[in-house]
């Protein structure tokens, strides 16, 4: 429980953060189960300028339901998620991009560091450099959309290579990342 209020104080103090600043460029997607119905949740993704200029997202994503430990989190390549699989591959467009999900990584643009779940419950704040929502080559707005899929198992980063399900193995739950208009 503890750690719960500590994510949610931790949030409170980024968004804050974020309120001082220009109105940045926001995005969520809906989080629900692939096959279980009881898993629910919510991400936010807000864009935010960094002190050298670098576009960052910060992403914030809670979620009820899921067993208890660490699942792989990534954003794919296709706003789909009926079923989960049409999500297709982790987003990563290029210079020589492979949205293949064990193989390029843990170097795809839509790979996110793995949530831990306690109690049925999880709480993940993290900031990536390796996607936009504003227009240009790493947007997640791409012709197709993106989703955001949240694994069965925990990201490995696949240290040994191109191993089956060493970036979290099967989708638990999905969620069609969508843009919030100011």
Do not use: W
């Not at 503890?2 to 001082?20: P, S, V, W």
């Not at 600043?21 to 995005?27: G, S, V």
């Not at 009926?82 to 297709?88: E, H």
């Amino acid at each position: 429980m503890n750690r719960r209020i500590l994510a949610m104080a931790m949030a409170g103090l980024l968004c804050a953060g974020l309120a001082a600043q220009a109105q940045p460029r926001t995005a969520v997607a809906e989080i629900r189960g692939c096959t279980d119905a009881t898993i629910t949740g919510r991400a936010q993704f807000s864009e935010i300028p960094s002190q050298e200029g670098v576009k960052q997202v910060l992403v914030e994503l809670t979620v009820r339901g899921l067993p208890d430990g660490k699942h792989g989190v990534h954003i794919h390549q296709t706003a789909n998620c009926t079923p989960c699989a049409a999500a297709g591959g982790h987003f990563d467009p290029g210079p020589s991009g492979n949205p293949s999900v064990d193989a390029n990584h843990p170097f795809h643009s839509g790979d996110l560091v793995n949530i831990d779940v306690q109690g049925g419950y999880g709480v993940l704040l993290t900031l990536t450099t390796r996607v936009t929502l504003a227009p240009g080559p790493l947007s997640i707005f791409d012709q197709d959309g993106s989703a955001l899929i949240i694994h069965e198992k925990p990201d490995t980063y696949c240290p040994k290579g191109d191993v089956p399900d060493c970036a979290g193995g099967g989708r638990a739950a999905c969620g069609i990342i969508e843009g919030v208009e100011k």
